[in-house]
């Protein structure tokens, strides 16, 4: 039952997600920021707790949000390790000076980098065995920053959910923020990484179904981006420097970039999955 309720939030998602750019001008895609944060938790809800259990879970969750309240804060503050921004009101409220949106959105898709990392270094096996931490760490790390560099240009330049203050020559957005998110995430992995084995003892390794799930879930976050190439507004959009920007070249581009992150990310983590049902 439960994995008939994952496949159909999948499926209510992915839909979501490829219909965003026909949904510009109407009064739902007031809600593409909440609905693009929820829905990876509300997947992880429902798949954490069978795959990792409550206890790693919780510990996932803590680290998450500690940590990465703590770059977001402190980057905001002094403009290390993103850069110079702030967030708008568009996330709702804050703790502090961070969007209280912005941790589960770091957990929801750490979660999921995470368990791509174990599909692809470990091709699904069942054991329980898993790749090195520093491996597992630096894959992790890839495949989430691949999302934020496919996402970032049209969240802060073009919705303004953050606004960079010098603007940026990656549409808007400085080359910092990237090396600072990669940190980030990085910090996150080695320590859940570090605790996760002295939790409990070993668990298996999902199984094929909990790693197609996965898969599918990261799946509908890169179809966004090609759903915007395919169908690209018009116009253009000036970032707090003063620069300004063509839609068109900026979501073609954003396109073009998760075709060859994400999309070969779903690729490799795809033949894994098949060369364990082999």
């Given at each position: 039952?439960?994995?008939r309720?994952i ?6 998602y ?9 949904l ?17 938790v ?9 795959e990792?259990g409550w206890?790693?879970?919780g510990?996932f969750?803590a ?7 703590s ?14 921004y ?6 709702g409220?804050k703790?502090g ?9 770091y ?9 791509m ?11 329980g ?6 491996a597992?760490t ?7 920053v ?10 802060a330049t ?41 939790l409990t003892?070993p668990?298996?390794?999902?199984d ?21 190439a ?8 000036v970032d ?10 900026l ?8 075709i060859f ?18």
């Open positions: 039952m439960k994995n309720i496949w159909t939030v999948l499926a209510v992915g839909l979501f997600s490829a219909l965003k750019p026909l510009e001008g109407t009064w739902l895609f007031a809600l593409v920021p909440v609905v693009s944060i929820l829905a990876p509300l997947f992880v809800g429902l798949h954490a707790p069978r990792i206890k790693r879970l510990v969750f680290i998450t949000f500690v940590i990465s309240w770059y977001e804060s402190l980057s905001i503050a002094t403009g290390f390790p993103f850069g110079n702030h967030y708008t009101e568009k996330l409220p703790l000076t961070v969007p209280l949106l912005i941790m589960p959105a957990f929801g898709v750490c979660y999921i980098s995470w368990l990392a174990r599909l692809i270094l470990d091709h699904g096996r069942t054991s065995r898993t790749s090195g931490l520093m597992m630096l894959t992790a790390s890839f495949v989430m691949m999302w934020d560099v496919s996402m970032d240009p049209s969240r073009v919705s303004h959910a953050w606004i960079w203050h010098d603007g940026g020559a990656y549409f808007g957005v400085p080359f910092q923020n990237f090396v600072g998110w990669f940190l980030c995430v990085a910090t996150i992995f080695f320590a859940y990484g570090a605790i996760e084995s002295r003892a668990r298996a390794a999902p094929r179904t909990a790693y197609a799930q996965t898969l599918g879930l990261y799946a509908a976050l890169f179809i966004e981006f090609i759903s915007f395919v169908f690209t507004p018009q116009g253009t959009v707090a420097s003063g620069q300004v920007w063509n839609l068109p070249d979501y073609l581009s954003l396109g073009l970039v998760s992150t994400m999309g070969f990310v779903l690729l490799i983590g795809a033949h894994a999955l098949r060369s364990n049902s082999a």
